[in-house]
């Protein structure tokens, strides 16, 4: 009797040290994984044909949240989406957030933007609009320059 009475003694202390440490851990892992983004669209490294970019993708454990310095706000389930313009070429996104105690994480979005084609003009259009008496006439400005230097 008195071994079942001490191993439940122990079982009990055991259960309630369990109960404690998962309690703990329950109350301090949003401390401990600090804030967590996730860019869900576009995809990093994506070219986009449209200068309009909708920036989607959740936050947790944030008090603070911006993009490229400018702050954004999120739902009630973290969820942001941010429209943004996009110049031509290279584009580097930064999305930085903080939480309550003051712990920062930045995400880097790099996206380039392919504008829409420009169609060159035809050479043979610019060539025929060009006069090429132009090349060869001397303004009289040029002549006085010219008469200068032979004088020297």
């Known amino acids: 009797m008195q071994n079942i009475a001490s191993i439940l003694k122990i079982l009990v202390v055991v259960l309630v040290v369990f109960v404690i440490i998962g309690y703990t851990y329950y109350r301090t892992k949003d ?3 600090g804030p967590i983004v996730t860019i869900l669209s576009p995809v990093n490294g994506s ?14 454990n944030i ?5 490229n310095d400018r702050q954004i706000f999120t739902d009630e389930a973290g969820f942001f989406m941010e429209k943004l313009l ?4 290279y584009n580097i ?25 420009k169609k060159p ?23 006085i320059f010219e008469s200068v230097e032979l004088l020297n």
């Open 86 to 89: 996009l110049y031509p070429g």
């Open 121 to 143: 003009e035809k050479i043979e259009k610019v060539i025929d609009s060009i006069n090429p008496s132009i090349f060869d006439q001397n303004t009289e400005e040029e002549k």
């Open 63 to 67: 008090s603070y949240i911006s993009i």
């Open 93 to 117: 996104i930064s999305i930085k957030a903080s939480d309550k105690f003051e712990r920062n994480i930045e995400k880097t979005l790099e996206l380039i933007y392919k504008g829409p084609e």
């Open 31 to 33: 401390f401990i994984s």
């Open 47 to 60: 070219t986009l044909d449209n200068t309009l970019v909708d920036i989607k993708g959740t936050a947790k």
